[in-house]
């Protein structure tokens, strides 16, 4: 049995197909990565699109998921062993928090991170950018400056797309930034 959300405007069968035949991301070019390790950022639909792309692509080693139903996305959950951030809004009122869950659990990853914050699924915390940002630092080893907090940096954390691939930056060691 699927696990959409009865308040989900789209037949079960519509998304499930259309999560199967979403392409593995964006073309990559060959370059992204070639200067160290590369994360993933994709909430929602950018969970749909993300997942199969952190699937197959090596270049991607940690990444962050949240708020999309699994039933299409399982078997490919299963392939994913990078550390993975999940988040979850509990009372979101379109992807059940079993639903969540379920997909949360389906991750190969020995290190999986759960943040299941209250509210619906509009009312996604912004702390929890701040989050992803210091997850992908963490795991990417470079230092960087919170966009969510308003601080100014001296690169750009995410390059732009239909599906973000983040690419964290080194700070310089000698700019003062921690």
């Given at each position: ?115 299941a ?13 701040d ?48």
């Amino acid at each position: 049995m699927p696990l959409l959300s009865k308040h989900c405007d789209a037949p079960p069968e519509v998304i499930t197909a259309a999560v199967a035949r979403a392409a593995p991301g964006p073309v990559w070019s060959r370059d992204i990565g070639a200067d160290g390790p590369v994360g993933y950022v994709g909430i929602g639909l950018g969970t749909a699109i993300g997942l199969p792309l952190v699937a197959v692509e090596p270049r991607i080693t940690a990444a962050v998921f949240g708020m999309m139903w699994p039933d299409a996305l399982v078997e490919t959950a299963k392939q994913i062993t990078v550390p993975i951030e999940f988040a979850m809004q509990w009372d979101n009122e379109r992807i059940l928090p079993e639903a969540g869950l379920a997909l949360f659990d389906a991750f190969a990853s020995k290190e999986r991170t759960l943040h299941a914050n209250a509210g619906q699924h509009i009312d996604m915390p912004r702390f929890e950018a701040d989050s992803a940002v210091r997850f992908l630092a963490r795991h990417l080893g470079r230092t960087v400056t919170s966009p969510a907090r308003g601080e100014r940096q001296r690169r750009p954390l995410c390059r732009p797309g239909a599906a973000t691939a983040a690419r964290v930056e080194a700070a310089h060691p000698d700019d003062g930034s921690a």
